[in-house]
């Protein structure tokens, strides 16, 4: 079975930056993609960026512009660099991915940002 293992979140001034990790471990084979989702409080959860297996990236609304998007095919691994962090960028970030034709999520890391 495949996990999914975030780390990375924690708390930010405005202005700073973060790099989130996610780390799939288990029997990893045939990876489409990988990226994250956002959930602020009382808000859907929202897509932030995704990453496919030929390295093609799209991003969401709240990762255009100051979010960035990379994968470690060898370690299973995608990153998601946060830069001009932003309090409205206050949420729970979970990392998703599609391994073996299955949609797996993490548990989330939350990353607030105030000052």
């Known amino acids: 079975q495949v996990q999914l293992v975030e780390s990375g979140g924690g708390l930010v001034q405005p202005g700073g930056s973060l790099r989130l990790s996610c780390a799939a471990s288990g029997s990893v084979f045939s990876v489409s993609f990988m990226g994250w989702y956002r959930q602020g409080a009382g808000k859907q959860r929202e897509l932030v960026a995704r990453?496919?297996?030929?390295?093609?990236?799209i991003y969401g609304d709240p990762g255009k512009g100051r979010f960035t998007i990379s994968r470690d095919n060898a370690k299973n691994t995608v990153y998601l660099q946060m830069n001009s962090l932003k309090p409205e960028d206050t949420a729970v970030y979970y990392c998703n991915a599609r391994i073996g034709g299955n949609e797996i999520w993490g548990q989330g890391t939350l990353v607030t940002v105030s000052s």
């Open positions: 990453i496919f297996s030929g390295g093609t990236t």
